[in-house]
Nanobody, 125 residues
Framework: QVQLTESGGGSVQAGGSLRLSCSAS????????VGWFRQAPGKERDWVALFNGYGSTYYQDSVKGRFTISKDNAKNTLNLKMNSPKPEDTAMYYC???????????????????WGQGTQVTVSS
């Protein structure tokens, strides 16, 4: 049984930093298509940063240069380092994992098979 568990969310001031982690069990993140998504109140869930099966990364324009997605294969975790967060980054953040391998970047939430429970990030100005 696959289980994804996020941690590291909380409240942060704009310009600070925050690190989210997603611990995986029953699933190996190495070489797999995984990513971070977020959902703000009243909005649809949207992708933030992704890995494809080759290990390449892809970022939403709004977070490019500020957020960094990474994997710790030894710990089987997926991470998201958030530098200089802005109030508009406030949302529930989810990690997601895909069963099928992907050579490209999979943007649609519906194409991911496994989800964590989410961790809230609140950025104050």
């Amino acid at each position: 049984q696959v289980q994804l568990t996020e941690s590291g969310g909380g409240s942060v001031q704009a310009g600070g930093s925050l690190r989210l982690s997603c611990s995986a069990s029953g699933y190996t993140v190495s070489g797999r298509c995984v990513g971070w998504f977020r959902q703000a109140p009243g909005k649809e869930r949207d992708w933030v940063a992704l890995f494809n099966g080759y290990g390449s990364t892809y970022y939403q324009d709004s977070v490019k240069g500020r957020f960094t997605i990474s994997k710790d294969n030894a710990k089987n975790t997926l991470n998201l380092k958030m530098n200089s967060p802005k109030p508009e980054d406030t949302a529930m953040y989810y990690c997601a994992a895909r069963e099928m391998w992907c050579g490209g970047f999979v943007l649609s939430p519906g194409s991911y098979n496994y989800w964590g429970q989410g961790t809230q990030v609140t950025v104050s100005s």
